[in-house]
């Protein structure tokens, strides 16, 4: 692929030291703006004493103050619906998305502008063609078009790239099989989870994935595209290369993507955010190998502005020479590797449902799983419930020992539980898997 390879080859080429000149210039610019036209903003920056001149060095953006998802929400309380983060009038928005709430709390509520809208096909165009996609392909987004950001953004750069797109919005899971089918589809778009699902009903239509014109799948949404086990089982499943990618609705596109050296982790888009981790903690920086939480910084957003934004989402950065593809754009070492808010504390031990999820994976007689916490007689359990696949014949028995022995030896030795669950009685998911269920009385 020389001279093909990469989206942006200039930017994405860059040295470090030209990289850092390019994210200062961006960032000064962006504190002028955001202090000009933003109430959250310039009150924020204002109280830090910081100005656009005052920048002198990358490093300095440690002076300027977090964001949480808290501030955010409470200005969307104080001044509804969209708080004071806009920085242009509602007016020059041309379309209103808003988070999933899958837990439950309210949603943030987001605007865009056309300009805004070409920005973030922008950012999806360097995963979508380092991941291979070309004008040539047919693109089927297996994706619901609704009030999720979701995969809006690849649909716009697809466009944009000249490729074909099947969007499926109104389609039954059995439908959409038949599509990639019937349409010869080479890239599919979905949820790790919903990829799996897919692959599932395919199998059950039989038709055959593997044989089929699918040589790519990109996966977002979820943090287990970057889980090895899940990801080769759905590579297994399709007959494909799967690439994962990373966004969120506050920042409005993907932030990262896998590239066809598919390295084990993905590479930053770094001229168009900062990406930091810290620990969560002290909010001090972690530094590259050690896991934190990552806090971004977005260039493109011409409404919503986005200075050191609190993601929750933790992460390992590595230089980025642990690809060989050539791109100068660090990476993150196994992608988004779960949220600081999803570690279980169960019986003194830390707990991470990815950690249990890619052993639950390399089980591939295991069709669907669900980790389920309760206090019995005042301690903790946890249980793994996992539904067999009634086609490959074997049978929970079969597996139970060796699953109960793996997921000890994962977790210092901690004790867990493991249980049969009937036959379809799982949730199923198409957006964001949920398969912890804490019923504790008391959650440490
Ligand atoms: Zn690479």
Request: hydrophobic letters at 35%; proline letters at 4%; one cysteine or more.
């Amino acid at each position: 692929m020389t001279g093909h390879q990469y989206w942006n080859p200039k930017n994405e080429t860059l040295s470090r030291d030209e990289l850092h000149q390019l994210q200062l210039a961006k960032l000064k610019r962006l504190v002028a703006y955001s202090t000009e036209r933003s109430a959250f903003h310039r009150g924020k920056i204002d109280e830090a004493g910081v100005t656009a001149d005052s920048l002198t060095s990358i490093d300095d953006l440690q002076k300027i103050p977090f964001t949480t998802r808290d501030e955010w929400m409470e200005s969307q309380e104080r001044s509804p619906m969209f708080g004071d983060l806009l920085a242009r009038p509602r007016e020059d928005a041309i379309r209103y998305h808003l988070t999933s709430g899958t837990s439950g709390r309210n949603p943030l509520r987001v605007l865009d502008s056309r300009r805004d809208w070409q920005w973030i096909s922008e950012c999806w165009a360097y995963g979508f063609w380092a991941a291979g996609v070309r004008p040539t392909d047919t693109v089927f987004f297996a994706f619901s078009y609704g009030s999720f950001i979701g995969f809006w953004g690849a649909h716009y750069c697809c466009e944009r790239m000249g490729s074909l797109v099947i969007p499926s919005g109104n389609m039954t899971t059995d439908m959409r099989v038949r599509q990639i089918a019937d349409m010869k589809v080479s890239t599919v778009c979905a949820t790790p989870t919903y990829a799996l699902r897919l692959a599932q009903a395919a199998s059950e239509q039989g038709i055959d994935l593997v044989t089929s014109a699918v040589d790519k799948v990109i996966v977002s949404g979820e943090p287990a595209g970057s889980i090895p086990e899940t990801k080769a089982l759905i590579e297994r499943q399709w007959g494909a290369k799967c690439f994962d990618t990373a966004g969120m609705t506050e920042l409005g596109t993907i932030c990262m993507f896998e590239c066809s050296h598919q390295p084990g982790g993905m590479h930053i888009i770094e001229d168009h955010y900062i990406e930091e981790v810290i620990d969560p903690t002290t909010g001090n920086p972690a530094d590259y190998g050690e896991r934190g939480e990552r806090v971004v910084t977005s260039f493109g957003r011409g409404m919503i502005p986005v200075l050191r934004y609190k993601t929750r989402d933790l992460v390992v950065k590595v230089p980025h020479h642990r690809c060989s593809c050539g791109r100068t754009f660090d990476v993150y070492e196994g992608g988004i590797q779960g949220r600081v808010d999803d570690m279980l504390l169960i019986r003194g031990t830390n707990v991470y449902p990815r950690a249990i999820e890619s052993i639950v994976r390399s089980f591939p007689t295991i069709d669907e799983f669900q980790i389920l916490v309760e206090t019995i007689n005042n301690v903790d359990e946890l249980t793994v419930r996992v539904e067999m696949k009634p086609e490959t014949g074997v049978t929970f028995s079969d597996i139970e020992r060796e699953l109960v022995e793996d997921l000890k030896e994962h977790h210092e030795m901690l004790r867990m539980n493991v249980a049969q669950a009937e036959t379809g009685s799982l949730p199923r998911f198409e957006l964001k898997a949920k398969r912890v269920v804490d019923q504790r009385s008391t959650k440490a």
